[in-house]
Protein backbone atom coordinates (compact mmCIF):
# COMPACT_ATOMS: atom_id res chain seq x y z
CA UNK A 1 0.00 0.00 0.00
CA UNK A 2 0.70 3.51 -0.54
CA UNK A 3 1.09 5.25 2.53
CA UNK A 4 1.82 9.17 3.19
CA UNK A 5 5.82 10.38 3.62
CA UNK A 6 6.66 9.82 7.36
CA UNK A 7 5.75 13.47 8.89
CA UNK A 8 3.64 13.83 7.00
CA UNK A 9 -0.33 14.00 7.50
CA UNK A 10 -3.55 13.71 5.80
CA UNK A 11 -6.32 16.52 7.38
CA UNK A 12 -9.30 15.01 6.74
CA UNK A 13 -12.80 16.05 6.69
CA UNK A 14 -13.67 15.98 9.81
CA UNK A 15 -10.91 17.44 11.62
CA UNK A 16 -11.28 20.90 9.21
CA UNK A 17 -13.76 22.50 10.98
CA UNK A 18 -11.50 23.00 13.61
CA UNK A 19 -8.53 24.21 10.86
CA UNK A 20 -11.12 26.58 9.61
CA UNK A 21 -12.31 28.33 12.90
CA UNK A 22 -8.77 28.34 13.88
CA UNK A 23 -8.04 30.12 10.63
CA UNK A 24 -11.35 32.34 11.12
CA UNK A 25 -9.87 34.09 14.16
CA UNK A 26 -6.81 34.40 12.66
CA UNK A 27 -7.53 36.13 10.27
CA UNK A 28 -9.90 38.17 11.97
CA UNK A 29 -7.15 39.19 14.19
CA UNK A 30 -4.57 39.95 11.99
CA UNK A 31 -8.01 42.30 10.60
CA UNK A 32 -8.09 44.06 14.10
CA UNK A 33 -4.35 44.89 13.93
CA UNK A 34 -4.28 46.05 9.67
CA UNK A 35 -1.83 43.23 9.17
CA UNK A 36 -2.22 42.54 4.98
CA UNK A 37 -2.04 38.52 3.82
CA UNK A 38 0.66 37.68 1.70
CA UNK A 39 1.50 34.58 -0.04
CA UNK A 40 4.75 33.25 -1.29
CA UNK A 41 5.48 30.17 -3.20
CA UNK A 42 6.51 26.76 -1.94
CA UNK A 43 9.99 26.89 -3.33
CA UNK A 44 12.94 29.57 -3.56
CA UNK A 45 16.48 29.70 -4.40
CA UNK A 46 18.37 27.31 -1.67
CA UNK A 47 20.75 30.33 -1.53
CA UNK A 48 17.76 32.60 0.10
CA UNK A 49 17.18 30.59 3.40
CA UNK A 50 21.12 29.49 3.74
CA UNK A 51 21.72 33.57 3.68
CA UNK A 52 18.77 34.30 5.86
CA UNK A 53 18.46 32.08 8.11
CA UNK A 54 22.13 31.26 8.36
CA UNK A 55 24.25 28.26 7.18
CA UNK A 56 25.40 27.48 10.66
CA UNK A 57 21.55 26.98 11.96
CA UNK A 58 20.22 23.37 12.56
CA UNK A 59 17.56 24.40 9.93
CA UNK A 60 19.74 25.27 6.81
CA UNK A 61 22.66 22.55 7.72
CA UNK A 62 19.74 19.11 8.39
CA UNK A 63 16.61 20.14 7.89
CA UNK A 64 15.93 21.21 4.49
CA UNK A 65 14.11 19.47 2.10
CA UNK A 66 16.82 20.85 -1.15
CA UNK A 67 17.37 19.36 -4.24
CA UNK A 68 18.40 20.34 -7.70
CA UNK A 69 15.41 21.27 -10.35
CA UNK A 70 15.85 19.64 -14.15
CA UNK A 71 18.09 22.83 -14.66
CA UNK A 72 21.01 22.59 -12.10
CA UNK A 73 19.25 25.22 -9.43
CA UNK A 74 19.21 24.13 -6.06
CA UNK A 75 15.57 24.72 -4.60
CA UNK A 76 14.33 24.29 -1.16
CA UNK A 77 10.97 23.40 0.20
CA UNK A 78 10.57 26.59 2.44
CA UNK A 79 11.35 25.93 5.84
CA UNK A 80 10.23 29.03 7.04
CA UNK A 81 8.02 32.03 5.89
CA UNK A 82 10.71 35.74 7.11
CA UNK A 83 13.26 35.21 4.57
CA UNK A 84 10.57 34.71 1.36
CA UNK A 85 8.89 37.85 3.08
CA UNK A 86 11.34 39.90 3.00
CA UNK A 87 12.33 38.76 -0.20
CA UNK A 88 9.15 39.52 -1.75
CA UNK A 89 9.49 42.79 -0.39
CA UNK A 90 12.58 44.35 -1.46
CA UNK A 91 11.65 41.79 -5.11
CA UNK A 92 8.46 44.04 -5.22
CA UNK A 93 10.11 47.03 -4.01
CA UNK A 94 7.03 47.71 -1.30
CA UNK A 95 8.90 49.51 0.90
CA UNK A 96 8.56 52.42 -1.56
CA UNK A 97 5.14 52.60 -1.90
CA UNK A 98 4.84 52.18 2.17
CA UNK A 99 7.35 52.76 5.04
CA UNK A 100 5.70 50.34 7.05
CA UNK A 101 4.70 47.07 5.87
CA UNK A 102 2.77 44.91 8.04
CA UNK A 103 1.97 41.22 6.46
CA UNK A 104 0.37 38.33 7.85
CA UNK A 105 0.54 34.48 6.11
CA UNK A 106 -1.04 30.97 6.70
CA UNK A 107 1.32 27.84 5.09
CA UNK A 108 2.85 25.34 4.88
CA UNK A 109 6.00 24.47 5.95
CA UNK A 110 8.72 21.78 5.23
CA UNK A 111 11.74 20.52 7.38
CA UNK A 112 13.31 17.42 7.65
CA UNK A 113 12.97 16.97 11.30
CA UNK A 114 12.81 13.58 13.45
CA UNK A 115 9.29 13.28 13.62
CA UNK A 116 7.11 12.80 16.97
CA UNK A 117 3.72 14.39 18.53
CA UNK A 118 3.83 18.19 17.42
CA UNK A 119 6.70 17.71 15.36
CA UNK A 120 6.08 17.08 11.38
CA UNK A 121 7.91 17.54 8.21
CA UNK A 122 5.18 19.45 6.52
CA UNK A 123 3.08 21.24 9.01
CA UNK A 124 1.59 24.67 8.92
CA UNK A 125 2.32 28.31 9.69
CA UNK A 126 0.28 31.48 10.73
CA UNK A 127 2.46 34.08 11.13
CA UNK A 128 3.30 38.08 10.52
CA UNK A 129 5.97 39.73 10.06
CA UNK A 130 5.96 43.91 10.31
CA UNK A 131 8.85 45.51 8.35
CA UNK A 132 10.20 49.03 8.16
CA UNK A 133 10.11 50.21 11.41
CA UNK A 134 12.01 49.53 14.98
CA UNK A 135 9.38 51.16 17.51
CA UNK A 136 9.53 48.40 20.25
CA UNK A 137 5.22 48.65 20.48
CA UNK A 138 5.84 46.47 17.16
CA UNK A 139 7.66 43.76 18.93
CA UNK A 140 5.28 44.13 21.76
CA UNK A 141 2.41 44.04 18.97
CA UNK A 142 3.72 40.78 17.88
CA UNK A 143 3.63 38.93 21.22
CA UNK A 144 -0.10 40.90 21.84
CA UNK A 145 -1.20 39.45 18.47
CA UNK A 146 0.21 35.82 19.35
CA UNK A 147 -1.02 35.60 22.96
CA UNK A 148 -4.77 36.85 21.81
CA UNK A 149 -5.05 34.16 19.54
CA UNK A 150 -4.43 31.15 21.75
CA UNK A 151 -6.20 33.27 24.60
CA UNK A 152 -9.20 33.25 21.78
CA UNK A 153 -8.57 29.54 20.81
CA UNK A 154 -9.39 29.11 24.52
CA UNK A 155 -5.88 28.13 25.68
CA UNK A 156 -4.82 28.37 29.25
CA UNK A 157 -1.82 26.63 29.88
CA UNK A 158 0.26 29.14 28.45
CA UNK A 159 3.48 30.74 29.23
CA UNK A 160 5.42 33.71 27.12
CA UNK A 161 8.84 34.02 27.97
CA UNK A 162 10.76 36.90 26.46
CA UNK A 163 14.49 38.11 25.95
CA UNK A 164 16.98 40.33 23.79
CA UNK A 165 19.59 39.53 21.81
CA UNK A 166 20.42 43.19 21.65
CA UNK A 167 22.07 44.89 19.31
CA UNK A 168 25.07 42.75 17.28
CA UNK A 169 28.25 44.62 18.36
CA UNK A 170 26.88 44.05 22.20
CA UNK A 171 26.17 40.15 20.69
CA UNK A 172 29.45 39.80 19.48
CA UNK A 173 31.14 41.80 22.64
CA UNK A 174 29.32 39.40 24.48
CA UNK A 175 30.51 36.23 22.43
CA UNK A 176 33.42 36.77 23.58
CA UNK A 177 32.67 36.67 26.90
CA UNK A 178 31.05 33.27 26.66
CA UNK A 179 33.75 31.82 24.59
CA UNK A 180 36.33 32.97 27.08
CA UNK A 181 33.93 30.98 30.32
CA UNK A 182 33.15 28.03 27.99
CA UNK A 183 36.89 27.97 26.84
CA UNK A 184 37.20 26.75 31.00
CA UNK A 185 34.67 23.83 30.64
CA UNK A 186 35.55 22.83 27.09
CA UNK A 187 36.67 19.15 27.87
CA UNK A 188 33.29 18.58 29.59
CA UNK A 189 30.90 19.73 26.37
CA UNK A 190 29.06 17.72 24.45
CA UNK A 191 30.27 16.99 21.31
CA UNK A 192 26.94 18.49 19.63
CA UNK A 193 28.30 21.58 21.58
CA UNK A 194 31.92 21.15 21.25
CA UNK A 195 30.49 21.83 17.20
CA UNK A 196 28.80 24.67 18.50
CA UNK A 197 31.43 26.21 20.07
CA UNK A 198 33.16 27.23 16.54
CA UNK A 199 29.44 27.57 14.14
CA UNK A 200 27.04 29.21 16.60
CA UNK A 201 27.94 29.66 19.89
CA UNK A 202 25.05 30.97 21.43
CA UNK A 203 23.02 27.67 20.50
CA UNK A 204 24.82 25.28 23.35
CA UNK A 205 22.05 27.28 25.44
CA UNK A 206 19.45 25.23 24.06
CA UNK A 207 21.35 22.09 24.56
CA UNK A 208 18.84 19.23 26.12
CA UNK A 209 22.30 17.55 27.55
CA UNK A 210 22.67 17.21 30.83
CA UNK A 211 26.37 17.85 31.23
CA UNK A 212 26.06 20.90 28.59
CA UNK A 213 23.21 22.14 30.82
CA UNK A 214 25.19 22.25 34.40
CA UNK A 215 27.65 24.36 32.11
CA UNK A 216 25.33 26.89 31.00
CA UNK A 217 23.67 27.44 34.20
CA UNK A 218 26.07 29.29 35.52
CA UNK A 219 27.43 30.98 32.12
CA UNK A 220 27.81 34.61 32.39
CA UNK A 221 24.03 35.92 30.19
CA UNK A 222 23.96 38.18 27.43
CA UNK A 223 21.29 40.25 28.94
CA UNK A 224 23.84 41.11 31.68
CA UNK A 225 25.75 42.58 28.64
CA UNK A 226 23.44 44.85 26.73
CA UNK A 227 24.65 48.18 25.75
CA UNK A 228 21.95 51.02 27.04
CA UNK A 229 20.22 51.26 23.29
CA UNK A 230 19.23 47.16 23.63
CA UNK A 231 17.99 47.94 27.30
CA UNK A 232 15.62 50.72 26.44
CA UNK A 233 14.26 48.78 23.47
CA UNK A 234 13.66 46.28 25.65
CA UNK A 235 12.74 47.94 28.40
CA UNK A 236 9.79 49.40 26.45
CA UNK A 237 8.84 46.30 25.16
CA UNK A 238 8.07 45.03 29.03
CA UNK A 239 6.00 48.26 29.65
CA UNK A 240 3.76 47.43 26.53
CA UNK A 241 3.39 44.09 27.31
CA UNK A 242 2.60 45.14 30.81
CA UNK A 243 0.13 47.88 29.98
CA UNK A 244 -1.59 44.92 27.50
CA UNK A 245 -1.62 42.91 30.25
CA UNK A 246 0.41 40.24 28.86
CA UNK A 247 1.76 37.49 31.53
CA UNK A 248 5.77 37.39 30.36
CA UNK A 249 8.88 35.65 31.88
CA UNK A 250 12.36 36.56 31.00
CA UNK A 251 13.88 34.07 30.28
CA UNK A 252 18.00 35.45 29.48
CA UNK A 253 18.33 31.95 27.62
CA UNK A 254 16.35 31.97 24.94
CA UNK A 255 18.10 32.07 22.03
CA UNK A 256 16.36 30.76 19.24
CA UNK A 257 17.05 28.59 16.33
CA UNK A 258 17.73 31.30 13.39
CA UNK A 259 20.72 33.71 12.95
CA UNK A 260 18.62 36.79 12.10
CA UNK A 261 17.43 37.84 15.30
CA UNK A 262 18.32 41.47 17.08
CA UNK A 263 16.46 42.33 20.19
CA UNK A 264 13.81 41.07 21.15
CA UNK A 265 13.15 37.31 21.10
CA UNK A 266 10.04 35.44 22.39
CA UNK A 267 8.57 32.21 22.58
CA UNK A 268 4.67 30.82 23.76
CA UNK A 269 5.11 27.46 25.13
CA UNK A 270 2.36 25.12 26.33
CA UNK A 271 1.93 22.84 29.54
CA UNK A 272 -0.59 20.76 27.56
CA UNK A 273 1.71 19.08 24.46
CA UNK A 274 4.61 17.72 25.86
CA UNK A 275 8.05 17.45 24.92
CA UNK A 276 7.14 19.99 21.63
CA UNK A 277 5.97 22.75 23.74
CA UNK A 278 6.57 26.22 21.69
CA UNK A 279 3.90 27.01 20.00
CA UNK A 280 5.20 30.07 18.64
CA UNK A 281 8.32 32.36 18.37
CA UNK A 282 9.77 34.82 16.87
CA UNK A 283 11.29 38.44 17.15
CA UNK A 284 12.82 41.16 15.37
CA UNK A 285 15.73 40.90 12.49
CA UNK A 286 16.74 44.54 11.84
CA UNK A 287 19.77 42.91 9.78
CA UNK A 288 17.55 40.69 7.33
CA UNK A 289 16.81 43.04 4.56
CA UNK A 290 20.20 44.06 4.40
CA UNK A 291 21.33 40.81 4.38
CA UNK A 292 19.35 39.67 1.36
CA UNK A 293 20.54 42.84 -0.53
CA UNK A 294 17.67 44.98 0.42
CA UNK A 295 17.68 48.65 1.94
CA UNK A 296 18.70 48.53 5.76
CA UNK A 297 14.80 48.14 7.05
CA UNK A 298 14.41 47.06 10.34
CA UNK A 299 11.99 44.10 10.82
CA UNK A 300 10.04 41.92 13.25
CA UNK A 301 8.21 38.64 13.43
CA UNK A 302 6.33 35.61 14.48
CA UNK A 303 5.07 32.09 13.52
CA UNK A 304 2.67 29.92 15.07
CA UNK A 305 2.65 25.69 14.46
CA UNK A 306 -1.00 25.36 13.61
CA UNK A 307 -0.92 21.33 14.72
CA UNK A 308 0.75 22.10 17.59
CA UNK A 309 -1.94 24.46 18.53
CA UNK A 310 -4.47 22.40 17.42
CA UNK A 311 -2.92 19.75 19.42
CA UNK A 312 -2.83 21.83 22.91
CA UNK A 313 -6.97 22.26 21.97
CA UNK A 314 -7.30 18.64 22.01
CA UNK A 315 -5.50 18.16 25.32
CA UNK A 316 -7.58 20.93 26.79
CA UNK A 317 -10.82 20.75 24.93
CA UNK A 318 -11.25 23.60 23.68
CA UNK A 319 -12.15 24.43 20.20
CA UNK A 320 -15.30 21.55 19.73
CA UNK A 321 -16.85 22.67 16.20
CA UNK A 322 -19.07 20.46 14.97
CA UNK A 323 -19.67 19.57 11.41
CA UNK A 324 -21.40 21.80 9.15
CA UNK A 325 -25.12 20.57 9.01
CA UNK A 326 -26.50 20.03 5.24
CA UNK A 327 -29.73 21.73 4.92
CA UNK A 328 -31.55 18.84 2.86
CA UNK A 329 -31.04 15.57 1.93
CA UNK A 330 -33.81 14.29 -0.98
CA UNK A 331 -35.00 10.82 -0.91
CA UNK A 332 -35.90 9.36 -4.43
CA UNK A 333 -38.17 6.74 -3.80
CA UNK A 334 -37.80 5.17 -7.56
CA UNK A 335 -34.81 5.15 -10.19
CA UNK A 336 -37.37 6.78 -13.03
CA UNK A 337 -37.35 9.74 -10.71
CA UNK A 338 -33.70 10.01 -10.29
CA UNK A 339 -33.93 12.94 -13.00
CA UNK A 340 -36.69 14.88 -11.61
CA UNK A 341 -34.47 14.58 -7.82
CA UNK A 342 -31.15 15.74 -9.49
CA UNK A 343 -32.58 18.34 -11.24
CA UNK A 344 -34.07 19.44 -8.25
CA UNK A 345 -31.10 19.40 -5.95
CA UNK A 346 -29.82 21.64 -9.12
CA UNK A 347 -31.98 24.27 -8.80
CA UNK A 348 -31.77 24.01 -5.17
CA UNK A 349 -27.85 24.46 -4.85
CA UNK A 350 -28.02 27.08 -6.84
CA UNK A 351 -30.26 28.97 -5.20
CA UNK A 352 -27.63 28.51 -1.70
CA UNK A 353 -29.37 25.43 -0.59
CA UNK A 354 -27.18 22.41 0.85
CA UNK A 355 -28.27 19.67 -0.60
CA UNK A 356 -27.75 16.18 -0.79
CA UNK A 357 -29.59 13.35 -2.51
CA UNK A 358 -29.05 9.04 -3.34
CA UNK A 359 -26.60 8.22 -5.95
CA UNK A 360 -26.77 4.65 -4.84
CA UNK A 361 -30.18 3.49 -5.81
CA UNK A 362 -30.28 2.35 -1.64
CA UNK A 363 -33.63 1.79 -0.66
CA UNK A 364 -36.15 4.47 1.41
CA UNK A 365 -34.43 3.27 5.12
CA UNK A 366 -31.38 3.57 3.77
CA UNK A 367 -31.37 6.78 2.71
CA UNK A 368 -33.24 8.02 5.45
CA UNK A 369 -30.45 6.66 7.64
CA UNK A 370 -28.11 8.54 5.37
CA UNK A 371 -29.74 11.88 5.85
CA UNK A 372 -29.40 11.17 9.99
CA UNK A 373 -25.52 10.52 9.48
CA UNK A 374 -25.44 13.93 7.25
CA UNK A 375 -26.98 15.49 9.98
CA UNK A 376 -29.37 16.77 7.21
CA UNK A 377 -32.05 19.45 8.94
CA UNK A 378 -34.77 18.50 6.68
CA UNK A 379 -35.45 15.34 4.07
CA UNK A 380 -37.57 15.92 1.04
CA UNK A 381 -39.15 12.29 0.05
CA UNK A 382 -39.84 11.83 -4.09
CA UNK A 383 -41.97 9.44 -5.00
CA UNK A 384 -45.02 7.66 -4.04
CA UNK A 385 -49.00 8.63 -3.89
CA UNK A 386 -47.94 12.11 -3.27
CA UNK A 387 -45.78 12.72 -5.76
CA UNK A 388 -48.69 10.94 -8.23
CA UNK A 389 -50.70 13.86 -7.22
CA UNK A 390 -47.96 16.50 -7.52
CA UNK A 391 -46.74 15.93 -4.09
CA UNK A 392 -43.28 16.38 -1.97
CA UNK A 393 -43.02 15.12 1.58
CA UNK A 394 -40.60 17.44 3.20
CA UNK A 395 -39.83 15.90 6.89
CA UNK A 396 -38.40 18.68 9.32
CA UNK A 397 -35.61 16.46 11.05
CA UNK A 398 -35.60 18.44 14.56
CA UNK A 399 -39.17 17.37 15.30
CA UNK A 400 -40.42 14.79 12.81
CA UNK A 401 -42.96 17.05 11.55
CA UNK A 402 -44.15 16.29 7.80
CA UNK A 403 -45.78 18.79 5.08
CA UNK A 404 -46.72 18.47 1.83
CA UNK A 405 -45.16 21.08 -0.71
CA UNK A 406 -46.06 21.25 -4.52
CA UNK A 407 -43.51 19.60 -6.65
CA UNK A 408 -43.41 22.80 -8.81
CA UNK A 409 -42.95 25.15 -6.67
CA UNK A 410 -39.22 25.48 -5.48
CA UNK A 411 -39.90 29.03 -3.47
CA UNK A 412 -42.50 27.16 -1.42
CA UNK A 413 -40.00 24.48 -1.05
CA UNK A 414 -37.41 27.00 0.02
CA UNK A 415 -39.61 29.19 2.20
CA UNK A 416 -39.72 26.07 4.45
CA UNK A 417 -36.82 25.43 4.67
CA UNK A 418 -35.69 29.08 5.53
CA UNK A 419 -32.29 28.96 4.87
CA UNK A 420 -29.35 32.09 5.46
P1 LIG B 1 10.37 28.71 14.51
O1 LIG B 1 10.55 28.81 15.97
O2 LIG B 1 11.36 27.92 13.76
O3 LIG B 1 10.33 30.20 13.97
O4 LIG B 1 8.93 28.14 14.19
C1 LIG B 1 7.77 28.74 14.72
C2 LIG B 1 6.80 27.69 15.19
O5 LIG B 1 6.53 26.75 14.14
C3 LIG B 1 7.29 26.82 16.34
O6 LIG B 1 7.11 27.45 17.59
C4 LIG B 1 6.41 25.59 16.21
O7 LIG B 1 5.15 25.81 16.81
C5 LIG B 1 6.22 25.48 14.71
N1 LIG B 1 7.12 24.45 14.16
C6 LIG B 1 8.41 24.56 13.85
N2 LIG B 1 8.90 23.41 13.38
C7 LIG B 1 7.88 22.53 13.39
C8 LIG B 1 7.73 21.14 13.03
N3 LIG B 1 8.74 20.44 12.52
N4 LIG B 1 6.53 20.56 13.20
C9 LIG B 1 5.48 21.26 13.69
N5 LIG B 1 5.55 22.56 14.04
C10 LIG B 1 6.74 23.19 13.91
C11 LIG B 1 10.18 30.56 12.66
O8 LIG B 1 9.81 29.80 11.80
C12 LIG B 1 10.42 32.02 12.39
N6 LIG B 1 10.25 32.26 10.95
C13 LIG B 1 9.46 32.87 13.21
C14 LIG B 1 9.62 34.32 12.96
C15 LIG B 1 8.87 35.08 12.13
N7 LIG B 1 10.56 35.10 13.47
C16 LIG B 1 10.41 36.33 12.99
N8 LIG B 1 9.40 36.32 12.17
Redesign the pocket.
Known amino acids: MIKAIT ?1 TKDILPEEIYRWRELEKIVIDTFRNYNYREIRTPIFEETKLFARGIGESTD ?1 VSK ?1 MYTFLDRSGTSITLK ?5 SVVRALIEHSLYKKQSLNKFFYISP ?1 F ?1 Q ?1 R ?1 QA ?4 Q ?3 F ?3 AIGSNSPYLDAE ?1 IIIAYSILKKLGLRNLTVKINSLGIPQSRENYKKILRDYLNKHFNNLSNESKKRFESNILRIFDSKEEQDQKIMANAPLLIEYLDDESLEHFENVKKALLKAQVPFEIDAKLV ?3 D ?2 THTTF ?1 ITSASVGA ?1 S ?8 NGLSKELEGPDLP ?11 LLACENEKTLNIEEEKIDLFIVTLEKDLNDFAFNLAYRLRELNVSVELDYLDRSLKAQMREANKLNSRFTLIVGGEEFKNNLLVLKDMSNGQQINVPADDINKLISYIKVK
Open positions: GIEPEMTAMREPGRLRFHQGAEMRGLYYEQALCGGGRYGVGFAAGIERI
